[in-house]
């Protein structure tokens, strides 16, 4: 995670920076003058809640500069190839976004396909031949 936060707080570093020097020539823009330094602060809490994960978790092979491929092999974790929960959530998402452009009707479509979906996907290991 060592690497996750470096990569994060760099996002401190460019976005703050930015969002004063846009907010000085953009003449009292509010939405970007304010929204560029809520996103560096944004990265900032991401990137230090990854500094705080890092140091408590073992040191991972991609922390390590001279770590070797064959060490991050084994498990990944757990995925569950044969659900099919995501392709109904993702009609739902697909659907309640055709709505913003279509009209907000679709979302009482979308709505009962986005919370099975995601019930469903949440609860996948909890009933069924897959229960634990």
């Given at each position: 995670m060592r690497f996750e936060a470096?990569?994060?707080l760099a996002g401190v570093l460019f976005f703050?920076?930015?969002g004063?020097?846009?907010a000085a020539f953009s003449h009292g823009e509010p939405v970007g003058s304010a929204g560029l330094p809520l996103v560096g602060g944004l990265v900032?809490?991401?990137g230090g809640y990854f500094g705080l994960l890092a140091r408590r978790i073992d040191r991972r092979p991609e922390d390590d500069e001279h770590a070797e491929i064959?060490?991050?092999?084994?498990?990944?974790?757990?995925?569950?190839?044969w659900s099919w929960w995501p392709l109904v959530l993702a009609v739902g998402a697909a659907l309640g976004f055709a709505a913003l452009?279509?009209?907000w009707w679709m979302l009482a479509i979308a709505l009962p396909f986005g919370v099975v979906g995601l019930v469903g996907w949440v609860l996948?290991?909890?009933?069924?031949?897959?229960?634990h």
């Open positions: 470096k990569l994060f703050v920076p930015v004063l020097i846009y900032g809490m991401i064959a060490q991050g092999a084994g498990d990944q974790g757990v995925f569950a190839p452009a279509v009209g996948e290991y909890s009933s069924g031949q897959h229960a």
